[in-house]
């Protein structure tokens, strides 16, 4: 895995570890202080094999963090990465463990599954609210003997596998619901890291726009357009609810609409929020 750092401390993907299937913000951006401390926290995390939690809303890059943790901690094996909405209800323990040969109609080989694939490396589970209950119990238990049955095996295999999970909900409150797995929330919460939204994050606003903007422009062919001080003004007092993937649509879009003039606030189209930002601004 490649990861691009330049000295404004932004932190992108190599095109090749680009998974159209998982990775969703495609860059971070460590300038204001609530995000530099969270990189020193994971930092700080990277090189123990304790289990992770990262918690924050959607779009904010906790994979693309979670990439970071796993490529400081300097373990040999893969980065795995899964969404826990997408495992299947009926095949999720084969898909998530693997199965023996024969354990399916028409299985004729064995398959080591998401768990045997991140042996010696680190498996990352998106939204781990959305793994079915019953694998739940079944998750902790091979983290804790660190062995796993594949579907149809009579014997377990031993693995080691770091596990990095992210939530954009509060697991103590499903836990109190019954939707998740008391132990397994006991099992990650020491190891929490919190992911702050960008509205929170004010001063990574700026330096990601303008990296998007330069994506996007040589994507484009198009020359990069200057952002006008008052469009830069309603960036920044943007709650943005869709976080860093929703600052690359309006950039985008707003590269555009502006073709070779400055940017300013007729070319950012916000998700229905023109009144507040305004609001702000003129505070």
């Not at 159209?20 to 990277?46: T, W, Y």
């Not at 903007?213 to 309603?234: D, Y």
């Amino acid at each position: 895995m490649t990861f691009s750092q330049t000295p404004s401390s932004l932190l992108t993907l190599s095109e090749a570890d680009k998974s159209p299937l998982s990775i969703r913000a495609k860059a971070l951006v460590f300038v204001d202080p609530h995000s530099r401390r969270l990189r020193e926290q994971a930092e700080a995390l990277a090189p123990g094999g304790q289990p992770l939690l990262i918690v924050g809303e959607t779009g904010t890059g906790k994979e693309l963090l979670a990439r970071y943790i796993h490529r400081q901690s300097e373990r040999g094996g893969l980065f795995v990465a899964v969404s826990c909405a997408a495992i299947s209800p009926k095949w999720g323990e084969a898909e998530l463990f693997g199965h023996a040969a024969g354990a399916h109609v028409g299985s004729v080989s064995s398959r080591a599954g998401w768990f045997g694939s991140a042996n010696g490396g680190t498996l990352y589970l998106d939204e781990i609210a959305d793994l079915p209950r019953p694998l739940q119990a079944r998750l902790l238990t091979a983290l804790e003997t660190r062995e796993v049955y594949r579907v149809g095996a009579s014997q377990a295999l031993p693995v080691d596998v770091r596990l990095l999970a992210a939530s954009s909900i509060d697991l103590a409150r499903a836990v109190v619901a019954g939707t998740f797995d008391e132990r397994l929330y006991a099992y990650l919460r020491d190891g929490q890291l919190l992911f702050p939204a960008l509205r929170q994050r004010i001063g990574d606003i700026l330096p990601l726009a303008e990296y998007f903007l330069g994506v996007h422009a040589q994507r484009l062919g198009l020359n990069i357009s200057p952002i006008g001080e008052e469009a830069q003004a309603l960036l920044e007092a943007y709650a943005w609810p869709g976080n860093t993937r929703e600052l690359e649509n309006v950039i985008h879009f707003a590269l555009l609409l502006a073709g070779h003039s400055a940017i300013g606030p007729e070319h950012l189209l916000f998700r229905g929020a023109s009144r507040p930002v305004q609001a702000r601004v003129a505070l």
